[in-house]
């Protein structure tokens, strides 16, 4: 099962402009640009494979600049918008279709803080359903005016607000908007509308109000004073150790790297990535990587310990937390850890959604003393920086 994100970047944003020079996808709110926070929403999901940006052809270098932080081999060429937002989706569902996914979510960029919940649990409503909507049920009366005079109430029982990410099996939604541009119809709101016409059922994925549209300058300045405000810092540690044993190659950082011996565990017995996990579990003070994947379940054997770091940063997503940055330090005599480190930080960032920038991977040996000095195995430590809400647990 292949799974896209497609996200929609291609409008101007004019109500917002006076917030800053461009856009407002390429304005920033606490010094990450909203386009860049929604695409990492999608990149830092485990099951989502491949994102993609449909931006206007004006936008080349505010789009490359607002993306540089974004450090992930998820991300792939941007398709370039049209006039309207149905026409955008139709340009990037045309990009998709030359590696078709099994399945797109289609999320609009001014949507900054769309949850690792709502994520998964849109993919989940696609088992079932051709489409799926992440939607907040309508609280407030409604009432329909005209010249400034309430003219009717309506009823609000069973009215939904529509928001995004919209999910739907790749190929159906296609159909729609090709069968839609086909007949000249430029008038949907959004893409639940172009696949409800298509005679497509579509679930409702009940949302969190957090996943508010940046609309305004004022809703820019609002999202910047909160991000900045309610979130605090928290660190973790961690520490592994993995003995040698016969083989040909060890894994640190994600990364094979051919050696003499290889590591003994259960799983690959990535000491990097094992001291990383705990080091994030540890910001959300959530047990450790023995609890989670115990060495007595055949089920981890031989696995790869990616799976461990993903499953930690979905966690520290979904408490609402964001990774600042993270240290790692390898002590072992061989083998080098230099001529791997560009190719470690890459995996360790696109996997927690940070530039590679902010992965320290440094190595020191011990002088020849203590068991990595004697060559018997390799330890690695690891410090993990994660802002956290300040009202959560």
Not at 65 to 88: F, H
Not at 154 to 180: E, N, S, V, Y
Request: glycine share 10%; hydrophobic share 45%; proline share 5%.
């Amino acid at each position: 099962m292949r799974i896209a994100a497609l996200i929609v970047a291609a409008g101007r944003g004019t109500r917002a402009a006076v917030h800053g020079a461009g856009p407002k996808q390429y304005a920033e709110i606490g010094g990450k640009t909203v386009l860049a926070r929604a695409v990492a929403a999608f990149a830092g999901h485990p099951p989502v494979d491949e994102v993609k940006v449909v931006r206007h052809a004006d936008d080349g270098d505010l789009y490359r600049d607002a993306v540089a932080s974004v450090a992930t081999g998820k991300l792939t060429e941007p398709a370039i918008g049209g006039p309207t937002r149905q026409a955008s989706v139709l340009c990037g569902l045309e990009a998709l279709a030359a590696s078709p996914p099994d399945l797109v979510l289609i999320h609009d960029a001014a949507r900054p803080f769309v949850s690792a919940k709502t994520i998964t649990n849109v993919i989940a409503a696609l088992e079932a359903h051709p489409g799926a909507l992440a939607a907040l049920a309508v609280s407030d009366t409604l009432k329909r005016a005209s010249d400034g005079v309430v003219t009717e109430t309506i009823a609000r029982f069973g009215l939904w607000r529509a928001q995004t990410p919209q999910g739907f099996r790749f190929a159906d939604i296609l159909a729609a908007h090709r069968k839609a541009a086909a007949a000249a119809i430029d008038t949907f709101t959004d893409d639940a509308a172009i696949a409800e016409w298509a005679g497509l059922d579509v679930a409702i994925v009940e949302d969190s109000s957090s996943n508010v549209k940046i609309t305004t300058a004022e809703d820019l300045e609002v999202a910047d004073r909160q991000f900045s405000s309610v979130l605090e810092p928290r660190v973790g540690t961690g520490f592994d150790v993995h003995r040698f044993t016969e083989g040909d190659h060890v894994w640190l950082g994600g990364v094979r790297i051919p050696h003499s011996h290889k590591l003994e565990g259960h799983s690959d017995a990535d000491v990097v990535l094992h001291a990383l996990t705990d080091a994030l579990l540890g910001t959300i003070g959530d047990g450790d990587i023995g609890q989670h994947f115990p060495p007595s379940d055949p089920k981890w054997k031989g696995a790869a310990s990616k799976l461990f770091l993903e499953d930690a940063a979905r966690r520290v997503r979904e408490r609402g937390g964001r990774v600042g940055n993270v240290d790692i330090t390898v002590l072992a005599e061989a083998p080098r850890v230099g001529p791997h480190r560009q190719a470690m930080q890459e995996l360790i960032g696109g996997v927690l959604g940070i530039p590679a920038q902010r992965v320290g991977i440094k190595a020191t040996t011990t002088e020849q003393m203590g068991f990595t000095g004697r060559r018997e195995g390799i330890a690695a430590m690891a410090t993990a920086m994660v802002y956290l809400p300040a009202d959560g647990a």
